[in-house]
């Protein structure tokens, strides 16, 4: 990289150093955030990317203070605050990931990632009617292509169900999915006739 041959402490070339190692050698990669971090302490991507490696790994309490560290500087971040509702919702604090996946949805309703864990959240505090509601908005979202194109909403997702991590890589995944959850809530909710009409909604998803 030039601005590294110029500088060698660059700390946005440490940044982009180690956004590319993430993928390769994620040691490598936490030690150029770190040199990053040493050059700037305020610089906010570099905790999260950090996050972001300790999230992938399982570390859910390492991921969660480099998550809490990047949002103190960067407190309107919807990514950050993204990846953050996810993991209190893994160590099942459902309250805090309903108030940081409010708070995104309040900054763009068209985020479509956060309809699936603030939903997830509110059926498993026992609010069906909220998660309803959710999941209702997603699916409209779901079929409009305004809101499908976007970048955000177009990039590859990750859920995880314990230690396993699921991932969304096409629109009709997504789709599917969200077509499940929503036949779950109204099964729950007492009302199987509409959670069948969803589970065979499923079976158009990829066509």
Known sequence: MLILQEDPEDQHGLLFLGFIYSSIDTEQAIEYYQKAIDKNPSIAAAYFGIGVIYDEQNKYDEALIMYEKALSLSKWNQLFLDNLGHI????????????????????????????????????????????????????????????????????????????????????????????????????????????????????????
């Open 88 to 207: 209190y919702y893994l160590k099942k604090e459902y309250n805090k990931s309903i108030e940081k996946y409010e708070l995104i949805l309040r900054l763009n309703e068209n985020y479509l990632q956060t309809y699936y864990t603030i939903s997830n959240s509110y059926r498993l505090t026992g609010n069906m009617e909220q998660a309803r509601i959710d999941q209702e908005k997603l699916i409209k979202y779901l079929d409009n292509e305004n809101v499908t194109r976007l970048k955000r909403n177009n990039e590859p997702w990750f859920f995880s169900f314990g230690n396993e991590k699921v991932y969304f890589f096409d629109y009709p995944t997504k789709k599917f999915y969200a077509y499940y959850n929503i036949a779950l809530t109204y099964y729950l909710l007492g009302n199987e006739f509409e959670a069948m009409q969803y589970i065979k909604k499923q079976r158009f998803a990829y066509r």
